[in-house]
Antibody
Framework: EVQLVESGGGLVQPGRSLKLSCAAS????????MAWVRQAPKKGLEWVAT????????YYPDSVKGRFTISRDNAKSSLYLQMNSLKSEDTATYYC???????????WGPGTMVTVSS | DVQMTQSLSYLAASPGESVSISCKAS??????LAWYQQKPGEAYKLLIY???TLQSGTPSRFSGSGSGTDFTLTIRSLEPEDFGLYYC?????????FGSGTKLEIK
């Protein structure tokens, strides 16, 4: 059974950093592109980042490019999101998700909440 | 960026009824469209990809149609477990974008 479990969320002050983790199990992690998707309170979903199987290629929307860094450790079946220079608009539930052969998401984690506030 | 519009943010229906949820893209995305369901306390679940292909495990009462800019998710004979939030997502180009969601509630 595919399982994705996020951790690392919490309350952080504006301008500070936070690193999220996602532990994957139930599939060969190194074979799949992985991603982070977020959902602000009472808002829709927003794609945040994607990483290739080896980690050599990463993709971001303009809203987080230069501030967020996605990475992975295939030996540990783990995905990460380093978030720097956090803003109040980064407040959201962050979901770890697996890409299928195309750029949709076939499995999602339950999410971890990040609150950016002073 | 491709804007995805779900015109109905809320839809109420009774078990046994059929409903359709629409999703419109701001430009042609061929059939690069996925549908997701979220129920309270549960992870997002992929229902349909490529506009009309059911993901493994998706009940056959769900169907997807459309291509280009206009897409529809149809649920025949609603079951109580079908009530929740539904989102469409285009993966024709990056940035990947989602519709604003349609909440399906019990009437």
């Amino acid at each position: 059974e595919v399982q994705l479990v996020e951790s690392g969320g919490g309350l952080v002050q504006p301008g500070r950093s936070l690193k999220l983790s996602c532990a994957a199990s139930g599939f060969t992690f190194s074979n799949y592109y992985m991603a982070w998707v977020r959902q602000a309170p009472k808002k829709g979903l927003e794609w945040v980042a994607t990483i290739s199987t080896s980690g050599s290629r990463t993709y971001y929307p303009d809203s987080v490019k230069g501030r967020f860094t996605i990475s992975r450790d295939n030996a540990k079946s783990s995905l990460y999101l380093q978030m720097n220079s956090l803003k109040s608009e980064d407040t959201a539930t962050y979901y770890c998700a697996r890409h299928n052969n195309y750029w949709y998401f076939d499995f999602w984690g339950p999410g971890t909440m990040v609150t950016v506030s002073s | 960026d491709v804007q995805m519009t779900q015109s109905l943010s809320y839809l109420a229906a009774s078990p046994g009824e059929s409903v359709s949820i629409s999703c419109k893209a701001s430009k042609s995305i061929s059939n690069y469209l996925a549908w997701y369901q979220q129920k309270p306390g549960e992870a997002y679940k992929l229902l349909i990809y490529s506009g009309s292909t059911l993901q493994s495990g998706t009940p056959s009462r769900f169907s997807g149609s459309g291509s280009g800019t206009d897409f529809t998710l149809t649920i025949r004979s609603l079951e109580p477990e079908d009530f929740g939030l539904y989102y469409c997502q285009q993966y024709y180009e990056k940035p990947l974008t989602f519709g604003s969601g349609t909440k399906l509630e019990i009437k």
